[in-house]
Each structure stands twice: as structure tokens, then as C-alpha cells.
């Protein structure tokens, strides 16, 4: 096990710059997800820190090591591929002892291990099978074991779930959780998938062009986006948008747009300190799906009805997500399901306590909340 | 109901003809393919109307051809072990590594076999006088090397840029250098392409009349060259030149017997799999 630290790491690929000075500390033992989509370097990440990439600038430090200069193979540690990569001429028992047989290990102990790491991972029955007779999820469990045999001191795995069909997605995130938990070693999981990096990511890195945007708990990623790009890639249905200027009115905060004016409740007002000094301007509002609902009547004192014409609806069953319009402002809703119509007019309930404010020149969050890492 | 019966009628009459028109395209081929060489097989093994062994047994009364099968199988061996080996090394570079002026070099190399091998021959033998390597083994080997690089080169790369890089960084990841990688990974993956390459490279050496001609003074003289020598006397023995073509057509066959199976793979398939 070691902890991996990123120093301003950079990578040029001719002009394009794939990643962008990145600053990131993975702790010893941490499950830390790098999200983002594609094209934002985190790929790129994962094999810097692996090796099969040169570093353009910057250091790359697993434990109190500087690696920056080290052969892959020198490096200990393991990666899952997107596409497996398993060996298709061997067996897999081969597969899985491979790493072991190139560390010239003796012979029982390899066997030993093959057959316990195999059992943990429920494929002791198709050690003597080509990888080429194995299904999907079966594959994927092998790249894993040929991950984990070595017991190296940092896991990569790169989109290790992609290729599976989703109720198995779902049924591998639970199991490398259990294994994450089992062996507890660094882990460092690239996905493009913020629902996977949500539910399985200790802390979240989330990249875009290259740059780190913000490291965080899942949690913490959710509730305090540090800008517009995070706040609409963390959540599903995305935050939505609107752009509203400041004014005060009573001596509260309010929002006001041509088609709407929602005042800003005082303890919500107090998360953006440089607030008032946004008077007068316009800034981008931000209000995720969940905290809107179709309702008659307000529910609380921080509530706001608005007016939404509906456009068109998707009904998932337990819940439902409205399309609509504000105004000229596209909207989503996600909600109970309930009889709702295309081109029938609801009124909305806003929960003005979970109101995002961002800065329109700068995309970033009017709360203060730093990058952290 | 009855027309349905013509329809189907109608349907395997034509199924037929095309069927018939194949085989007959093939037999035909078939015929003009093989019928003159089982015939020289044939007549090589008789003598009056009777099966006779005679003219192969008579190979051992004559140690010149004796020493032309010798030199045919060391210069065809070494030629296409040394083939094996620059076209999957330089292949696997080409493949793998983004050098300089790459895809001009490919080109340049491959373009080489678009010209009739006397082209070569002529600047191959006289670049060759002076470095001495006329009338030496060395100088027939490299010269077949020579002729068998260009497209088994080309066939290596095409192989190895099948083998996907992940198998390449994963093997790194599990311990291997280069070398390892390449004896454990990319050439059990790329066997039937080697497999081809090592036939093709054999047939090239084995088959060779005009480099060898050029290049032996009579010191490397192989089976091929002594057909020729055979042919040239005022009486051909048609039935003892039956008999070397006879023998000059056993080694390939084995060579191909023996790496066939990989071959339906390297012509139709993927590496990978």
C-alpha cells in the first residue's frame, strides 16, 4: 500500500495538452475516482501514474518514491484494463500467474495463490479455460485477478466496467467495493460515468480539459460544486441554468429574471458572502431537479412557485422527470409521478434553501469552497 | 400447388448449374495446375511401363547433386531463419515505434519487389564482387534475405499492429521487459504470421534459379541450378530432371504440411481472439 502524489503534472501530447498541471494526493488505502468526459485526461492520468506514459513535467510520487523515471514494471502495481487486455493465448490460470511467473515466485506458491485469489473471485471452475470461451463479466473478474494476485501497492483500473451490460455494471461495482474493502490498497478508478463515481469513490476527482475541477466526497461534490461545470456534471437529471440578476428587495436578496423573481431565504443568502457584491448583475442560478416539485400549494416558507409550461415527460415508474419551460429558460423536474400533460402549464415549488449561485464570467461558484486535495 | 413444385424445380436446376459451373472452373484449373506435375511425378517413377526407384537411388552415385541438395537446404534454412528474423524485429519496430520518414521507408522497401528480380540481381552481384561475398554461402543467403524482406516485413507489421497494445502494457505491468514481452506475448500472438513469413521466405531461397546463377561461380550451387545444368546437356534425361523437380517439390511440401494450420489463421484471422 502507498499513498500517490501528483505534483503539477503535465502532459503534452505534440500541442495538445491532455492533462494540466494537476495537483492530486491519493491517501494509502483510499478508493478515489477520477471522473469526467472523455477527452479530459483522466485515462491519461492513470497511465502516467502507471508508466506506459512519459511525464511532459512535473512528479509523479508513489509512498516516498519518486517514480517519475521507472520502467512500468518497476513501479508494483496493477492496472485493469478497459478491454481486459488478457493474454488470449493462455489459459486462465496463466493469465492470473502470469505476473507472478515474470517475478519468478516458486511454483506452489504461485499455484497457492492462483487458486485463492481465483476463489475469490468465483472463477475456480474456469482456470483452464481460454479467455476467448469466457463471457463478459467472467473476463472482467480475470483482468481483476491478474490484478490483485500481485498484490501490488496501487490498483489502477481504467473504465473497468464499461463493456458490461448494466445489471452486471451494477453487480461488479458492489464486488470491487467488497474487494476494495477486503484488501484495502489504493485504489485509483477512471470512469466517465459520475453515478459510478458517486456510489463507489471514496473521494471524486472531477477533470475537464485536462484540469482538475475539484476533489471531493461524493457528498461534498454535490452539495458545494466548486463551479458551473461540476454542479451540471455531478447529479442526474443535470442542475439547471437560469440566468437571473441580483436586486435586493426589502433588504433580502432576490432573483429576478423576466420570468421569474424568487427570493433568496437569509441562511441561504449567507453561503455566498461576496454576494452584494454581485448587485445589480447578472449571475447564473443553479437548481438541481429534485429540489423543485409540482405542487398546488407552497410547502414551507422558503418555497416559491413558479409557472412551467411542460414540453414532454419521461416516466421512470417510482419517480418522474418533466421538461419544461420558464419563461424562455429550459427546465427539468424530477418528481412523483402524477398527471401532467404536454403544453399544460403547473406551478412549480422551488426549494430556494438549495439555490446555486455562480459568477457568469468566471463559472465559479459564489460560495467559498476551494479546490481541496 | 404443382406451381410451387416448378418453382422449386426451376430453383435447384439453377442451384445446380452454378454448382456445376464451379467444379467444372475448378477442375479445369485443377487440371492445368496439377496434371503436369503428377504427370512428371509419374514418369519419374517409371521405367518402361513398370514402377521403378531407380533414378532416385541413382542421387546416390552422384555426389555433385548430393552436395546441391546440401547447399539448397543450408542456404534455404539460414535464409529463412535470417528472413524470420529481420522482418519480425524490424516488422514489430515499424509497428510500434513512430520513427522518422516510417511509412517512406515501408514504401521504399516494398516498392523494391515491384521490379523483376533481374533488377536487382545485376546491382546485387556487383556490389557484392566487392565486398568479396560472390561464390560464398553468405553471399547467396543475403542476397535470398534480401529478395524475402520487402513483403514479409510488411506482412510482420500488419501482424503485430493487430496485437493490441493493451496485451503489450499489461505484460509490461506484470513484469516483463521488452524482450520477455516479446518472446511471451507478441510471438505466440503472431505464430501464424511468422509461420507464413518462414514459408514464404523458404519457398523464395528454395526456388531461386537467378540469384544463385549470378552469385555461385560454382561454389554454392544449388538443386534448382543443377536442373538447369541437367537441362542444358545435349541430351536432356527427361526422367532424371523429372526426378529433381520431383525431390525440389518434397521439402516445401513438408514445410507447408507442417505449418498449415496456422495458416488458415494468418491469411483469414485476427491475432486475437
Redesign the interface.
Known amino acids: 500500500m502507498a499513498n500517490v502524489v501528483l505534483k503539477h503534472l503535465t502532459k503534452r501530447f505534440g500541442n495538445l495538452v491532455a492533462v494540466n498541471d494537476v495537483n492530486l494526493a491519493v491517501q494509502e488505502g483510499e478508493l478515489m475516482v477520477l471522473v469526467g468526459p472523455s477527452g479530459c485526461g483522466k485515462t491519461t492520468i492513470l497511465r502516467l501514474i502507471s508508466g506506459l506514459e512519459e511525464v511532459s513535467s512535473g512528479e509523479i510520487w508513489l509512498g516516498d518514491r519518486r517514480v517519475n523515471e521507472l520502467n512500468p514494471k518497476d513501479r508494483d502495481l496493477a492496472m485493469v484494463f478497459q478491454n481486459y487486455a488478457l493474454y488470449p493465448h493462455m489459459n486462465v490460470y496463466d493469465n492470473i500467474a502470469f505476473g507472478l511467473q515474470m517475478r519468478r515466485l516458486p511454483r506452489s506458491e504461485i499455484e497457492a495463490r492462483v487458486h485463492r485469489t481465483a476463489h475469490l473471485l468465483g472463477i475456480s471452475d474456469k482456470l483452464k479455460n481460454r479467455p476467448s470461451e469466457l463471457s463478459g463479466g467472467q473476463r472482467q473478474r480475470v483482468a481483476v485477478g491478474r490484478a490483485i494476485i500481485r498484490e501490488p501497492k496501487v490498483f489502477l483500473l481504467d473504465e473497468p466496467l464499461s463493456n458490461l451490460d448494466a445489471q452486471l455494471r451494477l453487480h461488479m461495482r458492489a464486488e470491487l467495493q467488497a474487494i476494495h474493502r477486503q484488501l484495502k490498497t489504493t485504489m485509483i478508478y477512471v470512469t466517465h460515468d459520475q453515478v459510478e463515481a458517486m456510489t463507489l469513490g471514496q473521494r471524486v476527482a472531477v477533470l475537464r480539459d485536462g484540469e482538475l475541477q475539484q476533489v471531493d466526497t461524493p457528498q461534498r461534490l454535490y452539495q458545494h460544486p466548486t463551479n458551473v461545470f461540476v454542479a451540471g456534471f455531478i447529479g442526474n437529471p443535470a442542475m439547471n441554468f437560469l440566468a437571473a440578476e441580483v436586486v435586493l428587495r426589502d433588504q433580502h436578496f432576490c432573483l429576478k429574471s423576466t420570468a421569474f423573481s424568487l427570493p433568496l431565504p437569509e441562511n441561504r443568502a449567507a453561503y455566498f458572502p461576496k454576494l452584494r457584491d454581485h448587485l445589480g448583475h447578472k449571475v447564473l442560478m443553479g437548481i438541481r431537479p429534485e429540489d423543485m416539485k409540482i405542487e398546488l400549494v407552497a410547502q414551507s416558507n422558503n418555497g416559491v412557485l413558479l409557472d412551467v409550461r411542460v414540453e414532454f415527460i419521461e416516466l421512470l415508474g417510482s419517480e418522474m422527470i418533466v421538461h419544461g419551460r420558464l419563461g424562455e429558460e429550459k427546465l427539468v423536474v424530477r418528481t412523483e409521478p402524477r398527471e401532467v400533460n404536454p403544453d399544460e402549464i403547473f406551478q412549480l415549488w422551488v426549494n430556494t434553501d438549495k439555490i446555486y449561485l455562480f459568477d457568469r464570467e468566471t463559472n465559479r461558484s459564489l460560495e467559498t469552497v476551494s479546490v481541496s486535495s | 400447388m404443382s406451381a410451387m413444385f416448378a418453382r422449386r424445380a426451376k430453383f435447384f436446376s439453377k442451384r445446380t448449374g452454378v454448382a456445376l459451373a464451379v467444379y467444372f472452373c475448378l477442375g479445369l484449373y485443377f487440371i492445368l495446375l496439377w496434371g503436369p506435375i503428377l504427370w512428371g511425378v509419374n514418369a519419374s517413377l517409371q521405367e518402361n511401363g513398370t514402377f521403378t526407384l531407380q533414378r532416385y537411388l541413382d542421387f546416390e552415385k552422384d555426389p555433385k547433386l548430393k552436395s546441391n541438395l546440401q547447399n539448397s537446404l543450408l542456404v534455404a534454412t539460414v535464409t529463412t531463419l535470417g528472413t524470420v528474423l529481420v522482418a519480425t524485429l524490424g516488422g514489430y519496430g515499424l509497428s510500434r515505434f513512430s520513427l522518422p520518414g516510417r511509412t517512406a521507408l515501408l514504401t521504399t522497401v516494398f516498392s523494391s519487389r515491384m521490379f523483376p528480380f533481374i533488377l536487382i540481381v545485376i546491382p546485387i552481384f556487383l556490389v557484392f564482387s566487392q565486398l568479396s561475398l560472390v561464390g560464398t554461402y553468405l553471399g547467396v543467403i543475403l542476397a535470398h534475405i534480401t529478395l524475402g524482406v520487402p513483403f514479409t516485413l510488411w506482412v510482420a507489421k500488419a501482424y503485430f499492429d493487430n496485437v493490441?497494445r493493451?496485451?503489450e502494457?499489461?505484460?509490461?505491468?506484470?513484469?516483463?521487459?521488452r524482450w520477455?514481452l516479446l518472446r511471451?506475448?507478441i510471438l505466440?500472438?503472431a505464430a501464424p504470421g511468422i509461420a507464413l513469413i518462414a514459408f514464404y521466405a523458404f519457398t523464395i531461397s528454395w526456388g531461386d534459379y537467378l540469384m544463385v546463377s549470378w552469385l555461385s561461380q560454382e561454389h554454392v550451387n544449388t538443386l534448382p541450378f543443377k536442373l538447369q545444368e541437367r537441362l542444358q546437356e545435349r541430351y536432356p534425361p527427361w526422367e532424371s530432371i523429372l526426378a529433381i523437380t520431383t525431390l525440389l517439390m518434397i521439402p516445401p511440401t513438408l514445410f507447408f504440411a507442417l505449418v498449415q494450420r496456422w495458416f488458415v489463421t494468418a491469411l483469414g484471422g485476427r491475432?486475437?481472439?
Open positions: 493490441p493493451e496485451l502494457e499489461a505484460a509490461m505491468l506484470d513484469g516483463c521487459g520477455t511471451k506475448i505466440p500472438l491475432a486475437t481472439r
